[in-house]
């Protein structure tokens, strides 16, 4: 259809003849009427076609989740049979999800601590940087994984359950970040401002590395396993001649008295969790358990408390909940029921 | 004759360019990715706007769409022309808004008047229709806001503002012929950007 002719038949400048031929082509088929209240509005509408929109204003906006810490993104774990969204009206994609996640961190800390999670007395036990830096939080709510890349191009990637503070800019003497629950850190070594990853039960300096830091509320020690190069972890409130440096394959277990135990570990046991598999390694009961509740976003319980320290030895990589408790079952030699969303284990008969 | 080279050495060329700003904001560049907002914000917003006709809607939804952008990309792919791919990411975004839209206040019809089916149904009807005639709207804006420069200046001095062509040339300061050119130019692309069956011969 000739649109310069809709547009004068719309502006009441048509003659005779062209009204009859406008008519006859609105009776051909009603998608017709549509193209007519499109030209309406196009020429009765001054300026909304040409209307403009604040691409400023807008940039800043967006620039803060993608410039100031170089992007968070909230992962979800593949787990199967179990679909996760935090903070998300209506079953949107999962974008609008990571959105709330970089901006809306509150609302998915409610979600976190909705889940019978304790996140303890955090603030307390972690030195606060000055407060003109606005600090920020990123967490990966049981059943999640986040990655964060920091503004030095560090690289985190954190655990189910876990949580992480950081501020929005780091100081020029160093970087200090904090840490509940457990994260793999890639740092981009800069000799000059040391990155400090500071938890409960210690700190940890980065000397050129890559590690993972762990530990949980529920967890007495902090371990600290490196993949590359060399950290130092020390016990909170001393000072950094008492650290203990560690290399890359070792483990370092640090109590809460500040005793430290170092020894070579098989890393992939540490670090598998990244590719989305669990490995257990003569791993008590109990931690196998606490493990699973993370990655699951689940709730168990020990009929009998004398179960927690037997070990368990295995792997799993995208098995269903089920499928892991199933498997899990035998070779620990204990039963299992749903109890509502709770799995229950006990003893077996005649077990002792 | 390098000139006459055409729409072919146009496109390519263009791709060329949208190629080295994908495969910048692919590896993290943030001024790239600066150039490919503030080059397509305000196209998208109003592309957008002919869908959810809410400005605030509209501009959330386009970011949206950016910021899906640079959170996946290392591994976003972009086929054909970056444009075209945000405004099919954006209509995307807009349609699902409309969905979820819809599904709330149907459930609100449902609550309301669970009964009358009938009213459901005609309901239905109109919301279709309503989505195919901002489908329209929005084609046609987009079509608009891609025109070059001169036969877009040319037709929104018509369409909006109404002027004979003796006026337009005389406001531009070009001759009569040349926005007839412009005009027709115009109209054809508008054309071009309706569905099959709305074109017409």
Redesign the interface.
């Known amino acids: ?4 002719l809709l ?1 004068r038949w719309v ?1 009441g400048e048509c003659d005779a003849g062209e009204r009859e031929e406008v008519a006859r ?1 609105l009776a051909e ?1 009603r ?2 009427e ?2 007519v ?2 030209v309406r ?3 009765a509408e ?2 909304a ?5 604040d ?1 400023g204003a ?2 800043s ?3 803060r ?3 100031s810490p ?2 968070e ?1 909230v992962v979800r774990v593949r787990t199967p049979g179990r679909v996760l969204s935090i903070g998300q009206r ?1 079953g ?2 999962g ?2 999800g ?2 709330v996640a970089a901006w809306g961190l509150v609302a998915a800390a409610a979600i976190a601590l909705g889940s019978k999670m304790a996140w303890g007395p955090l603030s307390r036990a972690l030195s606060v940087p000055p407060a003109s830096v606005p600090m920020r939080e990123v967490i990966a709510a049981r059943g999640q994984r986040a990655q964060v890349r920091l503004v030095d191009g560090t690289r985190v990637e954190l655990a189910a359950g876990s949580r992480l503070t950081y501020p929005a800019a780091f100081t020029d003497s160093v970087r200090a970040v904090s840490l509940e629950g457990e994260a793999y850190f890639e740092v981009e070594h800069d000799a000059r401002r040391p990155f400090l990853v500071r938890t409960r039960g210690g700190v940890t300096e980065d000397v050129g590395t890559s590690f993972v830091v762990r530990q949980y509320a529920s967890d007495a020690r902090l371990e600290v396993v490196v993949a590359s190069g060399t950290v130092a972890v020390r016990a909170p409130g001393r000072n950094a001649t008492t650290a203990r440096e560690v290399g890359a394959g070792q483990l370092v277990r640090l109590d809460s008295s500040g005793g430290a135990e170092v020894r070579a570990v098989d890393l992939e046991q540490y670090l598998a969790w990244m590719h989305g598999r669990l490995v257990f390694r003569d791993t008590p009961f109990r931690e196998v358990l606490a493990q699973l509740a993370r990655w699951y976003d689940a709730d168990f319980e020990l009929a009998d408390s004398t179960l927690a320290s037997r070990r368990f030895t295995g792997a799993f990589q995208g098995e269903s909940l089920d499928q892991i408790v199933s498997e899990l079952a035998p070779p620990m030699h204990v039963r299992y029921e749903r109890r509502g969303r709770t799995i229950v284990f006990s003893r077996m008969p005649g077990d002792r | 004759m390098t000139q006459s080279l055409g729409p072919i050495g146009g496109d390519r060329c263009a791709g060329d360019d949208d190629r080295a700003l994908v495969d910048a904001v692919r590896a993290g560049s943030e001024a790239a990715f600066f150039t490919l907002f503030h080059a397509n914000y305000e196209m998208l917003c109003r592309y957008v706007y002919r869908y959810v006709r809410s400005r605030a809607i509209a501009e959330e939804l386009v970011s949206d769409v950016f910021l899906r952008v640079w959170a996946q990309r290392e591994r976003w792919e972009v086929r054909g022309r970056v444009r075209a791919y945000l405004y099919g990411a954006a209509r995307n975004l807009a349609i699902d808004h409309l969905r979820r839209e819809r599904v709330e206040q149907r459930s609100l019809d449902a609550t309301v008047r669970e009964h009358r089916v009938t009213g459901g149904e005609r309901r239905r009807c109109e919301v279709e229709e309503r989505l195919a005639s901002e489908e329209l709207a929005a084609a046609m804006q987009r079509a608009v806001d891609e025109l070059p420069p001169r036969p877009r200046q040319v037709f929104l001095l018509r369409w909006q503002r109404h002027l004979t062509n003796a006026e337009i040339a005389a406001s531009l300061g070009i001759a009569v012929k040349t926005v007839e050119m412009h005009m027709t130019r115009a109209l054809d692309v508008l054309r071009g950007a309706l569905p099959e069956e709305l074109r017409g011969g």
Do not use: Y
Request: charged share 25%; hydrophobic share 40%.
């Open positions: 259809m000739d649109l310069e547009r502006l082509w088929d998608s017709h549509r193209l209240e499109v509005r196009m020429s001054p300026g076609w040409t209307q403009s929109f691409a807008a940039w906006r967006v620039s989740v993608v410039s170089e992007g993104r209506g949107g994609a974008f609008s990571w959105r």
